[in-house]
């Protein structure tokens, strides 16, 4: 009996030293599992997951989320209705080429000479002439002196003739095109230019034609366009940052679907300020979630949609089944963007009450499970996610203003895509601007590109315009209102 009640006893021993091991273990891995979503949750922050800027990817990296954006149902290519650029033959070539028919048949070898043509097949053949010689146009104006008390009387050349020798207006308006618009280098832009137009052009010219189109710009187009957003009901505004003589400057933005103006500084309220569209704002302002546009406060504001999103997934990302909220949250904002975007396609101004309610129910759940989720938790990941989740609890007016007003769009992009050109640019300019001034006179010059594209008019119009006759200046917030 003692033998047994020793057998016992070990036996129990054993027990508690399994079950204390196991009490080690589930500790460890807890410890391990908050490790790890702590480093997933760093690891991961790209473009997709995060409000970092796509540039930060780096080169050849796809961000692991992917795109948030699904199918339109539309099939590649050109859509219906399109008018398409398809090249079409010409009823008056430049030149026809006539091949005869053979002398004899190629079956039975019989003689086809004198027989009557039954029909033609033409084959176009589209392509540009070579580039001719420079035109040189000489203005000689002939200097006459007065019999009478010997001053001297000049003829007077015409506008812009102001050299003894210049380029002319058309080969200035081609090499800005390259410079300005499609963000080539200096160098590279002249011989680009020599080679498809046969005109050779120093760098020096080419370098300046920035500074020049920015004075060109700054008398009339920027009051224009400041005055125009001033008054717009909806304008965008983001920020990006870019390098110039080992410092970080912050190029702003503020536009709509027909007008772009963009300034540089730093980050600050002042700076925001410094662009002279914002602080005159009566209407709304969609934005990220930087806190230095809080102090605009006579604005009503509206949260980009893709940024939350962003967030949202990065949460997710780093515990799916731990973050359940995240992924309610990012439902509830596609599912609210899905009924604006039925509402406007239909001609509606505005949600119904049921939709609205649907929306707000949703978006309640989901804080609460977002409560839910991360109670009793102090993992960074947790904090994390209440950061977040306060966020969406704190400004839930601002982040679904695109459902309240149906101007207002789910996402901030419109101001996105009008700031990305900074960011070729830089890259073609071996990652930063050599000047402060080269910034402020690209923030101009792409300023009027951009609000000129917006209406339908080239780069090259655009440019040739501001070098002869003067810059092209909107009058009216859209081309309908202009026309109307």
Same mark, same amino acid.
């Given at each position: 009996?003692?033998?047994?009640?020793?057998? +016992?006893?070990?036996?129990?021993?054993?027990? $508690?030293?399994? =079950?204390?091991?196991? =009490?080690? &273990?589930?500790?460890?891995?807890?410890?391990?599992? @908050?490790?790890?979503?702590?480093?997933?949750?760093?690891?991961?922050?790209?473009?997709? $997951?995060?409000?970092?800027?796509?540039?930060?990817?780096?080169?050849? /990296?796809?961000?692991?989320?992917?795109?948030?954006?699904?199918?339109?149902?539309?099939?590649?290519?050109?859509?219906?209705?399109?008018?398409?650029? !398809?090249?079409?033959?010409?009823?008056?070539?430049?030149?026809r080429i006539v091949i005869p028919a053979p002398a004899s048949c190629a079956g039975c070898?019989?003689? &086809?000479?004198?027989?009557?043509?039954?029909?033609?097949?033409?084959?176009?053949?589209?392509?540009?002439?070579?580039?001719?010689? *420079?035109?040189?146009?000489?203005?000689?104006?002939?200097?006459?002196?007065?019999?009478?008390?010997?001053?001297?009387? $000049?003829?007077?050349?015409?506008?812009?003739?102001?050299?003894?020798?210049?380029?002319?207006?058309?080969?200035?308006? /081609?090499?800005?095109?390259?410079? +300005?618009?499609?963000?080539?280098?200096?160098?590279?832009?002249?011989?680009?230019?020599?080679?498809?137009?046969?005109?050779?052009?120093?760098?020096?010219?080419?370098?300046?034609l920035r500074g020049r189109a920015a004075r060109l710009l700054e008398a009339g187009f920027?009051?224009?366009?400041?005055?125009?957003?001033?008054?717009?009901?909806?304008?965008?505004?983001?920020? %990006?940052?870019?390098?110039?003589?080992?410092?970080?400057?912050?190029?702003?933005?503020?536009?709509?679907?027909? +007008?772009?103006?963009?300034?540089?500084?730093?980050?600050?309220?002042?700076?925001?300020?410094?662009?002279?569209? &914002?602080?005159?704002?009566?209407?709304? #302002?969609?934005?990220?979630?930087?806190?230095?546009?809080?102090?605009?406060?006579?604005?009503?504001?509206?949260?980009?949609?893709?940024?939350?999103?962003?967030?949202?997934?990065?949460?997710?990302?780093?515990? *799916?089944?731990?973050?359940?909220?995240?992924?309610?949250?990012?439902?509830?904002?596609?599912?609210?963007?899905?009924?604006?975007?039925?509402?406007?396609?239909?001609?509606?101004?505005?949600? %119904?009450? =049921?939709? #609205?309610? %649907?929306?707000?129910?949703?978006?309640?759940?989901?804080?609460?499970?977002?409560?839910?989720?991360?109670?009793?938790?102090?993992?960074?990941?947790?904090?994390?996610?209440?950061?977040?989740?306060?966020?969406?609890?704190?400004?839930?007016?601002?982040?679904?203003?695109? !459902?309240?007003?149906?101007?207002?769009?789910f996402t901030n992009n419109q101001a996105e895509r009008d700031i990305r050109p900074a /960011?070729?640019?830089?890259?073609?300019?071996?990652?930063?601007?050599?000047? +402060?001034?080269?910034?402020?006179?690209?923030?101009?010059?792409?300023?009027?590109?951009?609000?000129?594209?917006?209406?339908?008019?080239?780069?090259?119009?655009?440019?040739?315009?501001?070098? @002869?006759?003067?810059?092209?200046?909107?009058?009216?917030?859209?081309?309908?209102?202009?026309?109307?």
């Amino acid at each position: 009996m003692a033998a047994v009640r020793g057998e +016992l006893a070990a036996a129990r021993s054993r027990e $508690t030293a399994k =079950d204390e091991r196991i =009490d080690q &273990l589930l500790v460890q891995i807890a410890e391990l599992t @908050t490790q790890v979503q702590a480093l997933v949750l760093r690891l991961s922050r790209d473009s997709s $997951t995060s409000s970092k800027p796509p540039s930060s990817d780096g080169p050849g /990296k796809r961000p692991r989320g992917g795109s948030s954006r699904t199918r339109s149902g539309r099939k590649p290519g050109k859509q219906p209705g399109d008018p398409g650029t !398809t090249l079409r033959q010409v009823e008056d070539p430049n030149e026809r080429i006539v091949i005869p028919a053979p002398a004899s048949c190629a079956g039975c070898a019989s003689s &086809l000479v004198g027989v009557p043509v039954a029909a033609v097949r033409r084959r176009q053949v589209f392509d540009l002439a070579t580039p001719l010689p *420079p035109q040189v146009i000489e203005y000689a104006a002939d200097v006459k002196c007065c019999p009478g008390c010997g001053k001297k009387a $000049t003829g007077v050349f015409p506008a812009g003739v102001e050299s003894a020798a210049q380029y002319g207006p058309d080969v200035t308006a /081609k090499v800005a095109d390259a410079v +300005l618009g499609h963000h080539i280098p200096v160098h590279r832009s002249t011989l680009l230019v020599m080679e498809l137009c046969g005109m050779k052009v120093s760098t020096g010219f080419a370098a300046s034609l920035r500074g020049r189109a920015a004075r060109l710009l700054e008398a009339g187009f920027l009051p224009a366009v400041r005055a125009l957003l001033s008054g717009a009901p909806v304008v965008h505004a983001d920020e %990006t940052f870019t390098r110039t003589r080992a410092r970080t400057v912050f190029l702003h933005v503020a536009s709509t679907a027909h +007008l772009t103006l963009m300034h540089t500084g730093d980050r600050s309220a002042a700076t925001i300020d410094a662009g002279q569209v &914002l602080p005159h704002l009566s209407g709304v #302002l969609v934005r990220d979630g930087y806190a230095g546009y809080t102090h605009l406060d006579h604005v009503l504001h509206a949260w980009c949609g893709a940024h939350l999103l962003r967030d949202l997934r990065g949460i997710h990302e780093a515990d *799916p089944e731990g973050q359940l909220w995240a992924r309610a949250m990012a439902d509830t904002l596609l599912e609210a963007s899905r009924l604006a975007s039925a509402a406007r396609d239909t001609g509606r101004e505005e949600l %119904t009450a =049921d939709e #609205l309610r %649907t929306i707000h129910r949703l978006y309640t759940g989901a804080l609460a499970r977002s409560r839910q989720d991360n109670r009793n938790k102090n993992t960074e990941l947790a904090r994390h996610a209440r950061t977040l989740a306060k966020r969406f609890e704190e400004h839930r007016e601002v982040i679904l203003r695109f !459902t309240t007003d149906l101007t207002v769009p789910f996402t901030n992009n419109q101001a996105e895509r009008d700031i990305r050109p900074a /960011k070729v640019q830089q890259r073609s300019s071996g990652g930063c601007w050599r000047t +402060l001034q080269g910034l402020a006179d690209f923030a101009i010059v792409q300023s009027y590109l951009s609000t000129a594209a917006k209406w339908g008019i080239s780069r090259y119009d655009a440019l040739q315009r501001l070098f @002869t006759t003067g810059a092209w200046i909107p009058h009216a917030l859209t081309p309908d209102t202009a026309t109307a």
